[in-house]
């Protein structure tokens, strides 16, 4: 039986989609045979601006609204599609989300930034070859300023495929193009991940090892660690790294992942 509490988050969910709606044929019937003039440019970079102050404070449904009224004042701005596709996603309207960034690609075809997070919602929806594909268009882009994301990305959806090999060659090929990239936390833990995955344990322990110097206080890391080291035979070292991992959350994924394993291997 549904909830009353259920029914009134489907009536906000019901609401919040049909102002959107809403605002989608107003700014439709705005547009009908007007053109971009250099006033709207300016008022469309003022909402832009809004939108992306709120989707850095983690206020999805109004960057939404900024984006969307950027969008009537210039329909044909890649970035605003690109925002606003983020936006979408971030609240969990995929396909809305996709058709904003096939609207930017269309406009833009080297649009690198938008095919890598198409890329990215292909590969949460286990569309693994598609995933790859979107990846690859953003890094044909010799400009693309951040070709580490899509190389961390494609390497994880191989290693999802289950191809470990390929999936380091992708990371290593991140860290080459990008040494100083602001996903190297990521790409040392997958790397670590992938090696662990192959059985080759002193890589894993290495790359993982790499991350905790980077975040020392990500659980997740301690929790690969901790599998590392039980591979290894390290029984003592395996436990201490669980440990520390529940210590920290318990309730979390991973702390709770971290107890069935103490559990299982417990005498």
Request: glycine share 6%.
């Amino acid at each position: 039986m549904q909830t009353i509490t259920g029914r009134g988050c489907l009536m906000k969910n019901k609401i919040f989609k049909y102002s959107i709606l809403l605002s989608v044929i107003i700014c439709m019937i705005f547009l009908s045979g007007c053109a971009t003039s250099r006033q709207d440019r300016e008022r469309a970079s003022l909402h832009v601006n809004m939108g992306t102050a709120y989707l850095k404070s983690g206020n999805f449904s109004p960057a939404l609204r900024e984006f969307l009224a950027a969008q009537c004042l210039s329909p044909d701005d890649p970035e605003i599609r690109y925002y606003t596709g983020l936006s979408y996603h971030r609240i969990g309207m995929k396909e809305e989300a996709k058709r904003e960034f096939k609207k930017a690609l269309s406009i833009k075809p080297d649009y690198s930034e938008a095919s890598n997070y198409m890329g990215t919602i292909y590969l949460e929806e286990g569309l693994y070859d598609k995933a790859i594909e979107a990846f690859d268009r953003a890094l044909s882009n010799v400009f693309y300023e951040t070709p580490a994301k899509a190389l961390n990305n494609i390497g994880w959806t191989y290693y999802k495929k289950g191809d470990y090999r390929t999936a380091l060659i992708k990371y290593e090929s991140a860290l080459k193009r990008e040494p100083d990239t602001i996903t190297l936390l990521l790409i040392q833990k997958n790397m670590g991940v992938a090696y662990l995955a192959e059985r080759n344990i002193d890589k894993a322990v290495f790359h993982l090892k790499k991350a905790i110097d980077i975040a020392p206080g990500m659980i997740e890391l301690r929790y690969w660690l901790g599998i590392s080291y039980l591979e290894a035979g390290n029984r003592k070292k395996a436990v201490e790294e669980l440990r520390s991992v529940i210590e920290a959350n318990p309730e979390s994924v991973f702390g709770l992942k971290a107890k069935e394993k103490l559990d299982y291997i417990s005498p």
